[in-house]
């Protein structure tokens, strides 16, 4: 298994997203911050159940 820097700037932005929504990544700006509080406001709503990661990873 590779090691991954999850606060880099080189990764794709789904992989921004879903580590940003499994709260590996700490929000780099402020849109990667309205970002997470969205995803807050939609689990404290019961809206977000799981996050489906591919089977070869992010």
């Known amino acids: 298994m590779k090691n991954v ?6 990764l794709e932005s789904d992989q921004v997203l879903a580590y940003l ?3 590996y990544r700490t929000p780099q700006n402020e849109e990667e911050e309205k970002i997470v509080q969205e995803i807050e406001k939609y689990r404290e709503e019961g809206k ?3 996050i489906e ?6």
Not at 5 to 10: K, L, M, P
Request: aromatic letters at 16%; a negative charge; glycine letters at 12%.
């Open 5 to 10: 820097d999850y606060n880099s700037n080189e």
């Open 21 to 23: 929504a499994l709260g």
């Open 53 to 58: 990661i591919p089977f070869n990873g992010i």
């Open 48 to 50: 977000i159940y799981e």
